[in-house]
C-alpha cells in the first residue's frame, strides 16, 4: 500500500522554509532530515523498515522566534497526516480533561480527511459528468413531467372500500393512463435544447440562476463518557443510511455553481469506499504521521510542589509509552505509534529540558536550540518572507483603494525600534513587530473608508514621529508595545 511521501531533499526542504521564516538555519536541517529520513525509510525491504524508528526533535527557544511557524509550514510541505498539539491541553489518568492518546486519534482523524480528499479528487470527472446529468434536469424547464402515482393509502383495499362507499372519486388527480409518447420532431427539439443547456452549465454561464436541490444535514452528536482515561467524548455513528442518528434530509434554493460543488461531494461520497479509506488512513498515520506538541516546558516540573505541579510530571509520564510506541484504539481502527514522528518545542526561560523526567529526554534525541531574533533579523523579515508583515498591510489597505509605501529608513526604523523594546521590556521575538506596525498604522487602518487620500507613505520621520515616544516612555511601552 502505497502513500506520498515528502520527496524534497533536505536541502530543498529547507529553501521552502527559507520562503516564510528568516533564520533559525540549524531548527530547519534537523526538520529537513527528519523529513528526509520518512522517505529514505519507505525504500527499504519491510523487515528492515521496521526496526528503523524516527529520531524526535526537541526544539528550545524563546517566544516569537519561529518555532510554531516552522511547524506550520511544514504540516504544508509534508504530505501526510500531521497536527499541532500544546501540551498544557492534557492531563495525566485520574484528572478531568484530556488524555494524551486523545492526540493520536486526531491525527487518525486527519488521515481519513487526507486520504478522503485524495479519493475525491480521483473520482471527481466521472461524478462531474453525473452532477452535470443531474443539474440538467433541474433546469431543464420543458422537460416531461413524470407521471403521478396514486397515493399509497389507494393500494390498501380497506381504504379503498371505504372512499367507494362514500362515493369519492379514486381517479381524480391519479391518472392510470401512460401519458403520450412526443413525436420525433418534438424527440429532437428537446435533445437539442439539452445539449444547448448542458454546453451553457458546462461553461458557467448558469452559476447564478437559482435550483432547488436535497441536502442532509450532517449529524455527529457526541456524548462524554468515563473511560480509564478519564471523561471523554465519543461519537455516534449511525453507520447506515437511514439510522437513528443520520442526517436529516431539506430542501434547499442555492446557487448552481453552489449546487454543484455540494452535489459533487455527495455523489463522490456514494462512490469511495469507506472501509478502505479508514484501512490507508490508518496505514498512513502509523507510517508517516507527524505531530508537533508545543509548550512542553509548561509540563516541565522544577521539584517537588503542589496544586497543578502534581499533574505536571503524570502529563510527562503519560507521554512516554505514546512517543516511545504503543497502540492507540481509534474509531478508525487500532494505531501504532512506533514510527511517528514528534517535534516538541519549548520556550524553556522558567525551565530547562534537564528538568522533564529523564525518560521523556531520552526520548527526544535531537536538540536543536532556536536563537533570539536580532534587529538584522526583524530587517529581513520585514522585507523578505512571502507573507511579510508589510506585504500584509498592504494586500488589506489595497481592498479600500488606498496604497500604502514603506521606505528602506521606514524598515530600517521599524526594525530597530521593535528591537529597542524587546530588550528593554519582555522579549516576545517578531510578534513584537505586530504591536509595532499595528500602533503605526491605526490611524490610516480606522479612517481607510472614509478619507479621500488614496496613497500612504511611510518614511524613517513619519515612524520616529509616531512610535520613538512609546519606545523611550518605558512605563507606557510596557502597556501599549
Known amino acids: 500500500m502505497d502513500f506520498p511521501l515528502e520527496e524534497l531533499t533536505p536541502r530543498q526542504i529547507v529553501a521552502e522554509l527559507d520562503k516564510y521564516i528568516v533564520g533559525q538555519a540549524n531548527a530547519k536541517r534537523a526538520v529537513a532530515v527528519a523529513l528526509r529520513n520518512r522517505y529514505r525509510r519507505q525504500q527499504l525491504p519491510a523487515e528492515q523498515r521496521e526496526e528503523i524508528l524516527p529520531k524526535n ?12 511557524e516552522i511547524a506550520r509550514r511544514l504540516a504544508q510541505l509534508a504530505r501526510a497526516p500531521f497536527i499541532k498539539v500544546e501540551a498544557t491541553k492534557f492531563t495525566e489518568v485520574g484528572y478531568v480533561g484530556r488524555d494524551v492518546e486523545s492526540m493520536i486519534r486526531d491525527l487518525a482523524g486527519v488521515g481519513v480527511r487526507l486520504v478522503e480528499k485524495e479519493r475525491m479528487e480521483t473520482v471527481r470527472p ?25 397515493a399509497p393509502m389507494f393500494d390498501n383495499p380497506i381504504m379503498k372500500q371505504a372512499f367507494e362507499i362514500f362515493g369519492q372519486n379514486m381517479d381524480d388527480g391519479y391518472p ?25 452549465i458546462a461553461a458557467g454561464e448558469m452559476d447564478q440562476e437559482i435550483v432547488e436541490i436535497e441536502t442532509e444535514e450532517p449529524s455527529h452528536p457526541f456524548v462524554q463518557v468515563f473511560s480509564a482515561q478519564g471523561m471523554e467524548e465519543m461519537g455516534l455513528d449511525s453507520g447506515n443510511q437511514g439510522g437513528p442518528f443520520s442526517g436529516r434530509r431539506t430542501s434547499r434554493s442555492v446557487t448552481v455553481a453552489e449546487a454543484k460543488e455540494i452535489l459533487i ?8 469506499d469507506r472501509s478502505s479509506v479508514n484501512r490507508e488512513a490508518v496505514h498512513r498515520t502509523e507510517q508517516s504521521g507527524i505531530i508537533f506538541i508545543d509548550e512542553l516546558d509548561k509540563v516541565a516540573s522544577k521539584g517537588g510542589g503542589s496544586g497543578p505541579e502534581v499533574s505536571r510530571e503524570g502529563v510527562q509520564r503519560d507521554l512516554l509509552p505514546i512517543i516511545e510506541g504503543s497502540t492507540v484504539a481509534t474509531k478508525f481502527g487500532p494505531v501504532k505509534t512506533d514510527h511517528i514522528l514528534f517535534i516538541a518545542a519549548g520556550a524553556f526561560h522558567m525551565a530547562k529540558p534537564s528538568d522533564l523526567i529523564p525518560e521523556l529526554q531520552g526520548r527526544l534525541p535531537i536538540r536543536v536550540e532556536l536563537e533570539n531574533l536580532t ?29 500604502v509605501e514603506f521606505t528602506e529608513g521606514a524598515l530600517d526604523e521599524i526594525a530597530k525600534l521593535s528591537a529597542e523594546v524587546n530588550s528593554r521590556t519582555e522579549n516576545i521575538g517578531a510578534r513584537r513587530l505586530h504591536t509595532v506596525m499595528e500602533k503605526l498604522l491605526e490611524e490610516v487602518l480606522y479612517d481607510a473608508p472614509d478619507t479621500p487620500a488614496k496613497s500612504v507613505r511611510f518614511d524613517r520621520e513619519t515612524v520616529c514621529n509616531k512610535i520613538s515616544g512609546l519606545v523611550n516612555d518605558i512605563d507606557l511601552s510596557r502597556y501599549i508595545l
Open 57 to 68: 526533535i526537541l526544539m528550545i527557544g524563546p517566544t516569537g522566534v519561529g518555532k510554531t
Open 126 to 150: 466521472e461524478v462531474e459528468r453525473k452532477v452535470l446529468r443531474i443539474l440538467l434536469d433541474l433546469l431543464d424547464e420543458d422537460k416531461p413531467k413524470s407521471k403521478k402515482k396514486k
Open 176 to 200: 392510470d393512463e401512460p401519458e403520450a409518447k412526443p413525436d420525433d420532431d418534438e424527440q429532437k427539439k428537446r435533445l437539442q435544447r439539452r445539449k444547448k443547456l448542458e454546453k451553457r
Open 265 to 272: 461531494e455527495q455523489e463522490a461520497h456514494k462512490i469511495i
Open 375 to 403: 534587529e538584522t533579523d526583524f530587517r529581513r523579515i520585514l522585507r523578505e518572507p512571502k507573507n511579510a508583515l508589510t506585504k500584509q498591510y498592504q494586500l488589506l489597505l489595497s481592498t479600500e483603494g488606498i496604497t
